[in-house]
């Protein structure tokens, strides 16, 4: 690896690597290129071994030279992974095993034909799809944050060179601070780390002082069922330090810090291989590129704790406290790390920041609403056909994401809600589907744009119990510095557990209501000041869900466990037995009715000694046993 | 470990003096002893005082609030059910309760023989398998209820 002594070294490189990028996706190397999906769902399903594999039989066939296969970052489409995609063919392979590697190989590459039974099978129009471009989950997305992810091997920084990275950073070098800033405020780009803060803006609070200050990279990603920031530090890291250096660059650091989840152990490896790399070209360190720019990058880990994803307590955890809030103002920009002007950033916010600087404050600003410019990576989860990653242009609507890019909801069920925002957040119904994804908009229909998280629920599922289970994740997260939200969460979810538990009362929703504007307005930090939502807002959504709970003593949706049944329906029992011999307490026993057709007398359930373990329902062949 | 035996000692002090130059260690610090010994106890703690001048209040106040450090030692199989909220719409809760129901443990408890621990996680990333079991590295994918039996037999056989 060379070392740049100068802005013209760089330039040279990149111009090289872009053409051995260029060849690698359109073939004219005369090389084919594999990448094997490695995020984090394809990666729990083996994804390597299925690289190892193609690497064997490559050797085996002495094609090491003209074949090559990386495993790249995450490809979104997660419930069809894992992924082998084909360049310069474009051929996507989904739900590979390992034991596919041998007939890709063998087929494909060798031989020049489809592997058929590995395409992309579109479930609307029950058609083979072998193109990757052409699957329609892909077709209304828009790629700036997750730009390169799934394409380049995130553990080659000439290949990320190559694809355009540190374009912004040369870029950024040739502006003078002010005007960098003033280029990030045009483009509109504002947090995504959840409140939506401009964030050129929070880098103008910088006081121009002497001495040191600090940029730092929020990772911690707490939002339970979101890996947004995951997918782009694994994917493409490069990026999130590039951003992390404009920005650096911008307000005047002198070194950058990354906390990260310790959960994230590949993000974390890939940020320090990118890191070391970065180092080793001189494009970090002392006087980069000879412009007298000096910047260092420190990696932190997370230890578990939610509320370190607040900034002030990312802080004090960065310093080897508990990660305990700091009350505001001192705002981070005047008194921040080690009581020197620090900006906190989320991952996606620094990634599309070298976007920003490369192609222009105007080609960033094109996409989105009024207020909220560029795109929003989310993470689809829950009952959704298509869960994955997802990057669309700020406007579009939760119809287009849920049904265009989501697939709908499977097994023919009915869509109730999707939860954005986690914890902090609020659910949005089918009435909210034509909303268009911008933060302002979110906010009035009562949840949030969040961080990305969104968790799609369906008619079996209780927004009731959804509700409880963040409170109950909040009650856990509190840091217990401040007692509303200490406190009061606790009592919040006591209240939650006696409804679900089938002893609610009508005063008890007043009694919710009534704690959560206090919490709301006494806590000190954005934990406990938004707790309260989830249940606020399957308040306003869901009312005669929780009336259900309180007066007919039923969970609609059969969740709670103290306000549903099991019942077997004796015409459809066919006698077998089954259940009965799956009861842990024996509470089955034979009737002696035989229904019509049937040869065996029925079986019923004295619900008296049921313990709701549902093992009947999953073992009766006939489905004869319902909730209700 | 009631006594912390010389080489324990010399290997804490050493993971001490990894982190000299920075600012400040703790937390790096007690996430490699962490990593390497599985738990944090008191000796461990006063040790790492001694050695960095924090005091073991600070120390102990550290280690109580992040969920990753643990006073006590967790068993040979931790068997991590990820409680994330797209794992809980899809019934993780049924599937932890059914680990609890089988080795009579609660999440965040060890078995008496040692051989298991159950732990509630929050998203491991797998959520387009949900739910998602980790059991020491290894990702269980779309666990259902009926199928927890199975895997703790397995680790079971495997133990003996
Ligand atoms: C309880 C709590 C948890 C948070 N967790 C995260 C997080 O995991 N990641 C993140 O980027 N921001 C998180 N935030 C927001 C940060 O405090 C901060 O606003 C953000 O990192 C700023 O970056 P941005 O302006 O680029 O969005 C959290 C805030 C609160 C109150
Ligand atoms: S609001 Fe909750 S999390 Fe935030 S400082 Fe208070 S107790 Fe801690
Ligand atoms: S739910 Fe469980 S306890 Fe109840 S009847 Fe069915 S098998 Fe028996
Ligand atoms: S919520 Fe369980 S893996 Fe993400």
């Known amino acids: ?628 | 470990m009631a006594h912390l035996n010389e080489a324990a000692v010399k290997q804490i002090e050493e993971i001490c003096d990894r982190y000299k130059n920075e600012n400040t260690p703790l937390v790096m610090i007690l996430s490699d002893i962490q990593k390497e010994y599985g738990y944090i106890p008191l000796e461990v703690q006063e040790l790492v005082s001694e050695k960095t001048g924090i005091s073991v209040a600070e120390i102990y106040g550290v280690v109580t609030f992040y969920s990753f450090f643990s006073l006590k030692p967790k068993g040979k199989y931790v068997i991590g059910c990820c409680l994330g909220t797209a794992c809980y719409v899809k019934g993780a809760q049924q599937v932890i309760d059914k680990f609890s129901e089988i080795l009579g443990i609660k999440a965040g408890e060890t078995t008496d023989d040692g051989l298991f621990t159950i732990d509630a996680l929050r998203c491991i990333g797998a959520c387009s398998v949900a739910p998602a079991v980790t059991i020491n590295g290894t990702v269980y994918s779309k666990v259902k209820v009926d199928e927890v039996k199975g895997i703790v037999e397995k680790y079971q056989k495997g133990a003996n």
Not at chain 1, 261 to 271: D, M, N, S
Not at chain 1, 419 to 446: F, H, K, M, W
Not at chain 1, 530 to 554: G, M, Q
Not at chain 1, 581 to 590: D, E, F, H, L, W
């Open chain 1, 1 to 628: 690896m060379d070392f740049l002594k100068t802005v013209e070294d760089l330039q040279q490189l990149s111009a090289k690597c872009a053409g051995c990028f260029k060849a690698k996706i359109d073939g004219s190397d005369g090389k084919k290129h594999i990448v094997i999906c490695g995020g984090g769902a394809c990666a729990s399903a083996n994804s390597e071994q299925i690289k190892a594999n193609m690497l064997d039989v490559l050797k085996e066939k002495d094609l090491l030279d003209k074949v090559t296969v990386d495993l790249g970052g995450c490809f979104g489409l997660c419930s069809s992974g894992p992924f082998a995609k084909i360049y310069p063919d474009d051929t996507l392979y989904t739900l590979v095993k390992p034991e596919d590697a041998r007939e890709i190989i063998e087929k494909d590459i060798i031989g020049g034909e489809i592997v058929e039974r590995l395409l992309y099978v579109d479930p609307a129009a029950n058609k083979k799809i072998k193109k990757e471009s052409e699957i329609p989950f892909y077709k209304k997305q828009e790629k700036i944050a997750l730009n390169n992810c799934g394409v380049i091997d995130p553990e080659n920084i000439e290949e990320a060179i190559g694809a355009g990275a540190f374009k912004g950073f040369v870029r950024a070098l040739s502006m003078g601070r002010k005007e960098v800033i003033q280029e990030v405020l045009d483009s509109g780009l504002r947090g995504r780390g959840g409140a939506g803060f401009p964030t050129g803006r929070k880098w103008s609070f910088v006081p121009d002082v002497e001495g040191d200050k600090y940029i730092v990279c929020n990772g911690d990603e707490g939002d339970p069922g979101a890996f947004m920031d995951r997918s782009v530090l694994e994917g493409n890291p490069l990026a999130v330090i590039e951003g992390m250096m404009i920005g650096g660059y911008a307000i005047g650091a002198s070194a950058g810090y990354f906390y990260v989840r310790a959960e994230y152990p590949v993000a974390v490896q890939r940020l320090k291989n990118a890191i070391k790399q970065a180092e080793e070209m001189g494009l970090l360190g002392d006087n980069i590129l000879g412009t007298g720019f000096n910047f260092r990058i420190n990696l932190r880990l997370g230890a578990g704790a939610f509320v370190c994803g607040e900034e002030t307590a990312l802080l004090n955890s960065i310093e080897g406290k508990r990660g305990m809030p700091r009350p505001r103002p001192p705002f981070p920009a005047v008194s921040g790390l080690w009581g020197r002007p620090t900006v906190v950033n989320n991952v996606e916010t620094l990634a599309c920041v070298p976007y920003v600087l490369r192609e222009g404050a105007a080609a960033f600003a094109k996409l989105g609403t009024e207020k909220s410019k560029g795109t929003k990576v989310f993470a689809l989860g829950g009952k959704i056909t298509n869960v994955g990653l997802v990057e669309v242009p700020m406007g579009t609507t939760l119809k287009e994401l849920i049904y265009d890019i989501g697939g709908g909801i499977p097994n023919g069920k009915k869509f109730k809600a999707i939860q954005t925002g986690g914890p902090s957040g609020g659910c949005l119904t089918a009435e909210d589907l034509d909303a268009e994804i911008d933060y302002d908009n979110l906010v009035a229909r009562g949840s949030m744009m969040g961080s990305g998280g969104a968790i799609v629920m369906d008619e079996d599922n209780c927004m009731v119990d959804v509700a409880k289970f963040y409170l109950d994740f909040i009650c856990d997260e509190s840091c217990g510095k401040c007692s509303p939200c200490r406190i009061g969460t606790k009592r919040m979810l006591e209240l939650l557990t006696k409804i679900t538990d089938g002893n609610g009362t009508m005063e008890d929703l007043d009694e919710l209501e009534d704690l959560a504007a206090k919490i709301k307005t006494n806590s000190l930090c954005g934990l406990g000041q938004t707790a309260p939502n989830p249940v606020l807002s399957t308040l306003a959504h869901f009312r005669d869900e929780y009336v259900a709970h309180i007066v007919d003593k039923k969970c609609p949706a059969h969740v709670c466990k103290n306000l549903m049944e099991y019942v077997i329906d004796k015409e459809k029992c066919i006698g077998c037995g089954m259940c009965a011999k799956n009861c842990p307490t024996s509470t089955i026993s034979q009737t002696d009715y035989v229904a019509p057709g049937h040869k065996l007398a029925s079986y019923h359930i004295d619900p008296l000694n049921c313990v709701k373990c549902g093992n009947c329902m999953s073992v009766c062949k006939v489905g004869a046993v319902s909730k209700q």
